[in-house]
């Protein structure tokens, strides 16, 4: 995984406003219906990746596994992120795209 491109797409999408942090502002956003992409850290806990695979079956959004707890969280300027939900299209493509590519 090049997770430099990753990470620096993920940057900047944050930049933009186009990412939500965090457990409970994920599930919020996911109740909206404006998530496009579901990001899960690796080393996320089980439960977690358990309970974010059902929801994203749930709404019907893209889930991807990458990079660590500690990476997503310094992407997005946080503390230690299991999960990050994105809002927009394009930039959720384009994460798409990377991470399967990898």
Sequence with gaps: MEDG??????????RAG?????DFAAQKALATG???LILLATD???DTKKMYTRLAARHE????ECLTKEELGRCL??????????????????????????
Aim: net charge positive; charged share 30%; aromatic share 4%.
């Design 77 to 102: 300027g946080k503390e230690y992120r299991a999960v990050a939900v994105l809002l927009d299209r394009g930039f959720s493509e384009a994460l798409g795209k990377r991470i399967q590519s990898d």
């Design 5 to 14: 491109k990753i990470k620096g797409l993920l940057s900047m999408a944050q």
């Design 61 to 64: 959004v893209k889930l991807c």
């Design 44 to 46: 996320a806990a089980e």
């Design 34 to 36: 404006k998530v496009k």
């Design 18 to 22: 186009q990412v939500v942090s965090g």
